[in-house]
């Protein structure tokens, strides 16, 4: 009898003892980033570069991961001699959520709140300044996360909506990462 409970209660315990085990993995990722809407407007494609921290338990689907990104952008439509860019200095706390685990390849969804410090700059050759301000949103997107043995690649394209004062920033960064 006492072997009979002993079986399941050891079972649960490995498999707690398991599914606590999260596995972190850093990635380094660049690309290319799109603005849209009123941002899309004003602004040229720009390009994009960050870092991810992700955890994830190795038997569940769902995981965490944080990244920040800094992105740049020109301006359109500019008079002559004068300089102009604008940046977003962002951070993302994300849900993953891995679809189907393939033998070389999980494609995934992500989501999850987002705090973006934008900043303007501009200058005429002779004067020059600029200017910040810090706003939440959401992105949310997908990828393909492939395993390449001890180092993985992912491509991966997202939708960034930050509410700023009277309207929203939007771009899509897409974006190819290496995770060690």
């Known amino acids: 009898m006492r072997i009979r409970l002993l079986v399941p209660v050891a079972m649960l315990l490995l498999a707690a003892g398991t599914a606590g085990a999260q596995i972190p993995s850093i990635t380094l990722f660049g690309g290319a980033v799109m603005p849209t809407g009123d941002a899309g407007d004003a602004l040229n494609a720009g390009f994009t570069a960050g870092a991810a921290l992700d955890m994830h338990v190795p038997v569940m689907p769902l995981g965490l991961r944080v990244e ?4 740049r952008f020109g301006l359109q439509g500019l008079a002559s001699g004068v300089s ?21 390849m999980k494609p995934y969804i992500t989501a999850g709140p987002s705090y973006s410090n934008l900043k303007l700059s501009a200058s005429d050759g002779s004067n020059s300044g600029s200017a910040s301000e810090g706003h939440w949103g959401y992105n949310a997107g997908g990828g393909l996360d492939f395993g390449l043995g001890p180092i993985g690649m992912r491509l991966d394209v997202r939708y960034k909506h930050i509410s700023v004062d009277g309207g929203s920033w939007t771009s899509v960064p897409m974006t190819l990462g290496f995770r060690f």
């Not at 920040?68 to 992105?71: E, K, L």
């Open 68 to 71: 920040g990104s800094y992105s």
């Open 84 to 104: 102009a860019n604008s940046s977003d200095l962002g951070f993302n706390a994300n849900a993953v959520l891995t679809l189907v685990h393939l033998p070389l």
